[in-house]
């Protein structure tokens, strides 16, 4: 079973750019890294999705070095709006895409 | 467009009682994902459908689980002889295509279930 692993907590400062890095040693040669955002009583929001180098969108950017052991989600400037838990999300190794592992889960606090 | 659409939002049954929860996924949407999350926790994979059918079952947390999907379109989860353990909000995903392919799912806004 693939594992993934992120901080559980990062704080920050409106205006600031926030990196959360989420590591997943045993992803498979064939797996896309997908990272969500969850507020409170809401189901997780699609944010960006890469499978290696850098990939931007217009609300983040995704770091993922060759070996692709880890990944790094970039926010620039963050707002109050921000705060919330953001997930990476990977396929299982083990049974190829018919498991999908999401990561622990960091919680971002955006103060003013 | 509609997005995912979950029922009930909420429900609260009695231990041993059986419940289904139900997943109307986005309209061409193949795939459906079913999750589950405990409060405060993270995402636990449960099942996912390509078309009606399930590839591995083994996610679900025990044999009082089933999910089933039919005609490629609404999915319910069915949890069997309820237990207290199994209170935790059910979320329910779909996308345009295999995961691995395309991880980008579109999720609802769950099925918040309380086993009394």
């Known amino acids: 079973l693939a594992k993934t692993t992120q901080p559980i907590s990062m704080d920050s400062y409106e205006g600031q750019e926030v990196n959360i890095t989420c590591s997943h040693n045993n992803i498979a040669t064939n797996d896309y890294i997908t990272w969500y955002q969850q507020f409170p009583s809401q189901g997780p929001r699609f944010i960006i999705q890469?499978?290696?180098t850098k990939v931007t969108n217009e609300v983040a950017s995704l770091f993922i070095p060759a070996d692709r052991k880890s990944s790094t989600l970039s926010l620039p400037r963050v707002s109050l709006s921000d705060t919330a838990v953001y997930y990476c999300l990977v396929g299982d190794v083990g049974t190829g895409f018919q498991k999908l592992v999401f990561g622990t889960g960091t919680r971002l606090l955006v103060s003013p | 467009g509609a997005g995912v659409s979950q029922s009930p939002s909420n429900k609260v049954t009695e231990k041993g009682k059986d419940v289904e929860l139900r997943c109307d996924p986005i309209s061409g949407h193949t795939a459906l994902y079913w999750y589950r999350q405990s409060l405060g926790q993270g995402l636990e994979f449960l099942i996912y459908f390509q078309g009606n059918s399930a590839p591995d079952k083994s996610g679900l947390p025990s044999d009082r689980f089933s999910a089933e999907r039919t005609g490629g379109s609404v999915s319910t989860l069915t949890i069997q002889r309820t237990q207290q353990e199994d209170s935790a909000v059910y979320l329910c995903?779909?996308?345009?295509?295999?995961?691995?392919?395309?991880?980008?799912?579109?999720f609802g806004p769950g099925t918040r279930l309380t086993v009394t």
């Open positions: 995903a779909s996308s345009l295509a295999l995961a691995g392919r395309s991880l980008e799912q579109y």
């Open positions: 890469g499978y290696k």
